[in-house]
């Protein structure tokens, strides 16, 4: 029989509900919470597939699953394609090739990192030419970590003053200044399996427990817009389970957040329409990805893309 192993954090609907689902389809496939200790160089994984909730978080677990996809464990999402990310990296791609994003710009750190002086930034012209930047940004604006997610250290901006004072409290972490679009609609975006689309209406500026409940919804233009984008996405990334964001203006979908190697799942946040779609196309892909057998990463899918 083969075997799907989750890893998994703080969450507690998610991961049991899918062992579940999985068990009880009777499919030739089972399910069970990974457990490991210290791990050897010729450490013996008996899953199939692990599907990755965790890792972003615990680099114990990031570097275990490398040696499990080294051995042909299907891991998902693949620990070698997200780690080598960031989001200011994933908006150039996107930019590259024409999907729409925000105009964005990667900022230095506004404190030394640890173990660096300013001898270690012979190379940085500083002090940045400032003016540029908030002419070519706008405002209002958005201050977030070029590699971050949860909405932790995000700050809106309003004016330079404004800029100055919050980027003094981001110390050593790496931020991006980028354009804020005045959005008519905002939709998340589950894809799974590089196929298979969940759009959820979502309003960011509602408090957390309400933002899925907008007052808007796609048209089946949008819809066919935003599948496709999500699709092509993914595709480039190599994400088999992630949530693109898109924030509408004058009916253009810009991509605003496509990087999120364990996209939230729990039941109280997303509601219960979206956890069950959720849930059933997460056991149907990871089932059918146990049944393909083991297979060793193959190279980054972006480069396909650049041409």
Not at 14 to 28: C, Y
Not at 58 to 73: E, T, W
Not at 130 to 151: R, S
Not at 182 to 189: A, D, G, K, P, Q
């Amino acid at each position: 029989m083969k075997k799907v192993g989750l890893l998994f954090g703080m969450e507690q609907t998610f991961p049991p509900a899918l062992v579940a689902e999985i068990n009880g389809r009777d499919d030739g496939v089972s399910a069970e919470f990974l457990k490991v200790g210290g791990i050897r160089l010729d450490q013996v994984f008996e899953f199939d597939v692990i599907l990755d909730r965790i890792s972003q978080d615990v680099p114990f677990y990031r570097s275990m699953l490398k040696i499990a996809a080294m051995q042909g464990v299907r891991v998902v999402n693949n620990p070698f394609w997200w780690e080598a990310d960031d989001k200011f990296f994933n908006y150039a791609i996107a930019n590259k090739i024409g999907i729409p994003v925000p105009k964005t710009v990667l900022l230095p750190t506004k404190n030394h990192p640890h173990d660096t002086t300013s001898e270690s930034f012979r190379n940085l012209a500083y002090p940045l030419n400032w003016k540029e930047i908030f002419d070519y940004v706008g405002f209002p604006a958005y201050l977030k970590p070029h590699d971050g997610g949860g909405w932790k250290h995000v700050y809106k901006i309003h004016s330079i003053d404004e800029f100055f004072e919050r980027y003094s409290e981001t110390a050593d972490i790496v931020m991006t200044l980028q354009e804020g679009i005045e959005f008519t609609e905002y939709y998340r975006c589950y894809c799974i399996g590089k196929e298979h689309v969940h759009i959820m209406p979502y309003d960011p500026r509602n408090p957390h427990h309400l933002r899925y409940k907008a007052s808007f919804a796609p048209t089946e233009e949008m819809t066919s817009m935003l599948t496709n984008l999500c699709i092509k996405i993914c595709t480039m990334l190599g994400y088999d389970f992630n949530t693109v964001e898109f924030a509408v203006r004058d009916g253009i979908p810009y991509a605003i957040d496509y990087m999120n190697p364990a996209p939230d799942a729990e039941r109280s946040s997303i509601q219960e329409e979206n956890f069950e779609w959720i849930l059933k196309t997460a056991a149907t892909f990871l089932i059918e990805l146990a049944k393909k057998g083991r297979t060793t990463p193959r190279e980054y899918s972006w480069s396909t893309f650049i041409k």
